[in-house]
């Protein structure tokens, strides 16, 4: 069945088609209004009387390849109501084309979207190739135009910081948890500015956030009767966090249960060596500020007297600087096992070894396979008590946090002295086992037990901070609601904030954020 296309089909709702020319890449469309008669904008009465007429020029969608361009027969009309202010009133024609407008409705939702999309100047070089004539200001200019599209008044929100600038300075977003979108931008992290977006929205009923101070006193300030979640994956990775802390002040007692505490420079890498000169002056630096915090001497007076930063003096203090060796991810880890099976065939020179690894797909350098071979080959002369090593904080609560069965006898063995020497270690590492277990099955009941353990532990700092949220966290394990979809939608705000590279002004980022969604 055929179907027999008309001119006017081509032109939006309630206009005919008079004519149509080409001129150049360009279709010129005359086109005329159905309708006799006209309403008012001003009272809203209706008109017969045409006064004059002139012609609007306005962009449509692109027809065949080609740029459309519409020509608008539009009439003027007198109003003859007695109390109207307005004598003489141009036709409107709604939303197909606005007043003032310079495109039509269909070519201006189009052109706004693909703002949304792409922001101004690769939205500007695509709508090129699609023959839609904008300039990237322009786009801009209808992102803004446009505005918020409405949205319903959340009542679970997530809050959380993003970096403007990372270090330097920070923004927050407020995203609806139950329609899963963003809410608001605020312009910066301040429990104030957060506080005054909150007493807007009074209807908020849950508030899920991080562990940082600053929201939850703001909505505890605004929001007295709201429950706060504090967010799981933080609450995790803060308990994994407490735990390396833990080993990083047990470094001493390791090494000495390994009998690691001499240190052997002469079988020792020129990077290693390096490593193990600055452990030395570390611990010149460490010895001296011990010192006068056993005289009873304040943080600020031991940064005065030294010159070193309050940072660098609580670490110390806290344990945290007694890495002989601070272990870094090699790129040498997928090919570990290979080089093993050559060096033990007698394949033993570090240039043939790196050639014969860019044939795997090595991409890295000669001086890397070099190392490792030299750092074999003292090992093979020297002997077992030059040999021994401690391994990373890092590496070691990887492995005593690791199952068993995926531990080479080494390991194991180094595990086991480990948990044989230090027991307050492993007392601690069974607390954060039990806290991530709680969590994960939802034993809120627990909760308190577990904190009158965790503070009496090398975890207590950590034990201590959940007590003081301890509403929140409580919340958290319960309660099904968490802070993650928020932390996407920053993940997304990243992206759009890179695409204008990093000039987007807030409301921009609101409008291309929130009208994508």
Known sequence: MSTK??????????????????VGDETCILLSRTSATAACPACGRMSRTVRSRYCRQVADLPLSGRRVRLLVRTRRFACDAVLCGRQIFAERFGDVLPPYARRTGRLEHVVHHLALALGGRPAARFAQ?????VSNDTLLRVIRRQGLPP????????????????????????CDLERRRPVSLLPDREPATAEAWLRQNRQIQIVARDRGGAYGLAAARALPDAVQVADR???????????????????????????????????????????????????????????????????????????HSRG????????????VFRSRESSLEMYL???????????????ELWRRLRTQGFRGSRRVVSEWAT?????????????????????????????????????????????????????????????????????ENQLMPWIDRARDSLVASFGNGVAKDIQAVRAAIV???????????ITKLKLVKRQMYGRGKLDLLQARLIGAT
């Open 233 to 307: 994956w933080h609450l995790m990775e803060n308990a994994s966090r407490a735990f390396l802390d833990a080993v990083r002040k047990s470094m001493r007692q390791i090494r000495k249960t390994l009998g690691a505490t001499r240190v052997d420079p002469k079988v020792l890498t020129a990077a290693e060596r390096l490593q193990y000169e600055g452990y030395l002056r570390r611990e010149q630096t460490n010895a001296a500020i011990m010192a006068l915090a056993k005289d009873g001497m304040t943080i600020k007076e031991i940064v005065r007297r030294t010159g």
């Open 375 to 443: 750092r074999r080959k003292r090992a093979d002369k020297a002997d077992a008590e030059s040999l021994t090593r401690t391994p990373s904080a890092r590496t070691i609560a990887r492995l005593l946090t690791t199952n068993r069965d995926t531990l080479t006898k080494s390991e194991t063995v180094t595990i086991a002295a480990i948990e044989s020497g230090v027991p307050l270690l492993i007392a601690a590492r069974e607390i954060i086992t039990d806290f991530h277990l709680m969590v994960r099955r939802k034993m």
């Open 479 to 489: 309660s099904p609601w968490s802070n993650g979809q928020t932390e996407g939608q």
């Open 151 to 174: 949205s319903a008044p959340p009542s679970v929100i997530g809050i959380d910081d993003w970096a403007w600038r990372r270090n330097h300075r920070y923004g927050t977003i407020v």
């Open 5 to 22: 296309l008309c001119a006017s089909d081509l032109v939006p709702a309630g206009f005919i088609a008079e004519r149509i020319t080409r």
């Open 312 to 323: 660098l003096v609580r670490q110390v203090l806290r344990g945290q600087r007694n890495d």
């Open 337 to 351: 096992e290979w080089l093993d099976a050559q060096w033990a065939a007698g394949k033993r020179n570090g240039t």
């Open 129 to 133: 190739r699609l023959m839609v004539p």
